[in-house]
Nanobody, 124 residues
Framework: QVQLVESGGGLVQAGGSLRLSCAAS????????MAWFRQVPGKEREIVVA????????DYADSVKGRFAISRDMAKNMVYLQMNSLKPEDTAVYYC?????????????????WGQGTQVTVSS
């Protein structure tokens, strides 16, 4: 079993930055695909970015390209999401997800493990 815990969310003004962290425990996730999703009330959970286990494959949602960046620290078993130039429409609960198969899936149903989410609120 893999446990994922997100942190780093909060309230930020438009144009600001936040860095979300996802701490994995239970197993080393170096061979896992990792992803960040987000969800607002009343809407489907949507992909933000997905990264293959090797890091060679990364797929960003069009809405965040050029502003967000995913990274991982295998030694610490951590994944990060650097969010810059934040917009009010980025407001959502952000979730970290992992899947042992290693490829970078963009569909929610492909991921086996999920964190509890962290709230990001961007004020205008």
């Amino acid at each position: 079993q893999v446990q994922l815990v997100e942190s780093g969310g909060g309230l930020v003004q438009a144009g600001g930055s936040l860095r979300l962290s996802c701490a994995a425990s239970g197993r080393t996730v170096s061979s896992y695909a990792m992803a960040w999703f987000r969800q607002v009330p009343g809407k489907e959970r949507e992909i933000v970015v997905a990264m293959s286990s090797s890091g060679g494959g990364i797929d960003y949602a069009d809405s965040v390209k050029g502003r967000f960046a995913i990274s991982r620290d295998m030694a610490k078993n951590m994944v990060y999401l650097q969010m810059n130039s934040l917009k009010p429409e980025d407001t959502a609960v952000y979730y970290c997800a992992a899947d042992r198969r290693g490829s970078f899936y963009t569909q929610r149903g492909e991921y086996e493990y999920w964190g509890q989410g962290t709230q990001v609120t961007v004020s205008s």
